[in-house]
């Protein structure tokens, strides 16, 4: 069973940083070239929500599951494997890992209209994930 306490923690920052980023939405992409702090904002925000994300699910499969992982995308494919998440919701997470690495690593060339997308269409996907380790950590 997950170290609660820990889940906890990174419940809280999830839901807060979901919450500012939701703040934003109908943001459009002449907004962010306007305000380059907004787009820090929502940068980071989405950084730091993706990472809590990835964070207690990679608890839960380190103290559930005997199965090695070394990358992000594995995480889904054993949450799948143990029915955790459905294969959409793996397929989903596994893009949202992507997007996590692209924060990351290639962030001098984010495409706007992709960040755009997310926090004006997409942080629903979030919601749907945070009900998911609820349900799983009974809290």
């Known amino acids: 069973m997950p170290d609660l306490e820990i889940i906890e923690k990174h419940l809280h920052s999830y839901i807060s940083d979901l919450k500012h980023l939701e703040t934003h939405k109908n943001i459009t992409i002449e907004g962010i070239e306007k305000d380059k702090d907004l787009l820090w904002i929502l940068e980071r925000g989405l950084y730091l929500l993706l990472q809590n994300l990835l964070d207690m699910f990679s608890h839960i499969v380190s103290s559930d599951f005997n199965e090695p992982w070394d990358f992000y995308s594995d995480i889904g494919n054993i949450l799948a494997k143990e029915n955790v998440i459905s294969q959409e919701d793996k397929i989903l ?29 997409r942080l629903t996907d979030f919601n749907k994930f945070l009900i998911i380790i609820r349900d799983y950590c009974k809290i």
Do not use: P
């Not at 997007?99 to 269409?121: A, G, M, P, Q, T």
């Open 93 to 121: 997470l596994n893009q949202m890992v992507g997007f996590r690495n692209r924060l990351s690593h290639e962030y001098l060339s984010l495409d706007k209209y992709v960040l755009v997308d997310i926090v004006n269409n």
